[in-house]
T-cell receptor, first 111, second 113 residues
């Protein structure tokens, strides 16, 4: 059974800092890996999706990488802003529509 | 506007009183799913559907039922709710194919007393 771990569970940084969020998984037989953002009282917003055959995806200040051999993904956020404060979740898609989530990293960016 | 709509957003009810949480999407998505989110346990999949009349269990299906009679709707039914089903519930949908992002609703907070 797929297990997904996100470290750290919480992170506080000053505005402008570059930061890396980590996601590790146990089963490399995946279709894709997705990074989501969750704001308090809201649903999840998809940020990036990396197909199993890809190594990375970029969107604006966000860059996500995938290394299936080591069971790891990272989400890099450049020049962080207070508006980036949220919980970030990674999720692995396996067979069918099974999506397994990590526990999330709660990010706070201080002005 | 493309969206996934859940109703109600909040519900407080009592043990044993049947309830239904509705989910509707306007994006003609084939796949729809239900998740629950609990502190310390994260998001866990309850049921999913790959198309009309095709549903399958996720990780935590006990105590829940679903149906997919129309492509746009995927209701979650709690026939006899219990306090351990108090949680934050999310519906999601996506296009068919292996590499399509999930679109989530804003969530339904259920409290079962």
């Amino acid at each position: 059974k797929q297990e997904v771990t996100q470290i750290p569970a919480a992170l506080s940084v000053p505005e402008g800092e570059n930061l890396v969020l980590n996601c590790s998984f146990t089963d490399s037989a995946i279709y894709n890996l997705q990074w989501f953002r969750q704001d308090p009282g809201k649903g999840l917003t998809s940020l990036l999706l990396i197909q199993s055959s890809q190594r990375e995806q970029t969107s604006g200040r966000l860059n996500a990488s995938l290394d299936k051999s080591s069971g790891r993904s990272t989400l890099y956020i450049a020049a962080s802003q207070p508006g980036d404060s949220a919980t970030y979740l990674c999720a692995l898609q396996g067979a069918g529509n099974m999506l397994t989530f990590g526990g999330g990293t709660r990010l706070m960016v201080k002005p | 506007e493309a969206q996934v709509t859940q109703n109600p957003r909040y519900l407080i009810t009592v043990t044993g009183k049947k309830l239904t949480v509705t989910c509707s999407q306007n994006m003609n998505h084939e796949y729809m799913s239900w998740y629950r989110q609990d502190p310390g346990l994260g998001l866990r999949q309850i049921y999913y559907s790959m198309n009309v009349e095709v549903t399958d269990k996720g990780d935590v299906p006990e105590g829940y039922k679903v149906s997919r009679k129309e492509k746009r709707n995927f209701p979650l039914i709690l026939e006899s709710p219990s306090p351990n089903q108090t949680s934050l519930y999310f519906c999601a949908s996506r296009l068919g194919g292996a590499h399509q992002p999930q679109h989530f609703g804003d969530g339904t907070r259920l409290s079962i007393l």
